[in-house]
């Protein structure tokens, strides 16, 4: 999967040395509580197996969960990162090309510290989803659980405010009703993504043209639904 660097960005400094292996890709998506990150990072895992694409999904809420939480770190963000760098690193010695997380980054000066955790070039994706929807979605996941359906929903406004500032993403793609169909908005927002990367280098002379030869092949093997 591509490192997406949407106008304006190309400048970027770079970030801490990561694995250049061929195929090898990191995506994270991001987004507000209840958008679906998970359930779509699912879908993904799904539809990249059933195309025969070695991978894995990871839920970073999983991996970070403990408590107490330590002083100033009410999410556990460094014991997650530390969590991550080692099942990244056990998924890719045992044949992962995509590695795919679902989880939240509310800052982007983090985004580096997610790449190196992950070892390979990282794609951040941010989903998003009508207020309304998420909010009769909680509700419903939550209607047992007063006080914490009250946090949920608060914490979805307060997240969305974050991401809209922080804009973390590298591309946003809106959920749709059918997981799966998600899960092909992004992989298809994805791999556009990376050609039309792949054609602005080769004219800039920063790549040969054999490159993206090879990546048009690989989109065409791989997304042979677009």
């Known amino acids: 999967l591509p490192v997406l660097r949407p106008p ?3 400048g970027r400094a770079r970030g801490p040395a990561v694995s250049t292996a061929p195929g090898c890709r990191a995506l994270l998506l991001v987004g507000a509580v209840g958008v679906g990150k ?7 895992g799904d539809d990249l197996e059933g195309r025969g694409v070695p991978g894995a999904v990871i839920d970073l809420d999983a991996i970070r969960r403990g408590w107490p939480a330590p002083p ?9 990162l530390a969590n991550l760098r080692a099942v990244a690193q056990n998924f890719r010695e045992a044949g992962a090309e995509v590695l795919v997380a679902a989880g939240v980054m509310e800052k982007r000066a ?3 510290r997610y790449e190196e955790a992950m070892g390979v070039p990282l794609t951040v994706v941010r989903l998003v989803a009508p207020r309304d929807l998420v909010r009769s979605r909680l509700h419903r996941r ?3 659980e007063p006080e914490s359906l009250t946090w949920h929903l608060d914490r979805f406004d307060e997240l969305t405010a ?11 793609v809106p959920v749709a009703e059918d997981p799966r169909a998600t899960a092909r908005a992004v992989l298809d927002a994805v791999w556009r993504g990376e050609l039309g990367r792949r054609i602005d280098d080769v004219v800039e002379d920063r790549v040969e ?5 090879t990546t ?4 065409e093997r791989r997304h042979p639904s677009v």
């Open 162 to 172: 974050i991401l809209d500032a922080a804009a973390v993403e590298d591309v946003t």
């Open 216 to 219: 048009g092949s690989e989109f």
């Open 209 to 213: 043209l054999g490159t993206f030869k």
């Open 142 to 144: 939550h209607e047992l």
């Open 38 to 44: 998970t359930t779509t990072a699912d879908a993904i």
């Open 110 to 112: 983090a985004r580096d």
């Open 8 to 10: 304006g960005r190309r």
């Open 72 to 80: 100033g770190d009410r999410f556990n963000s460094a014991i997650e």
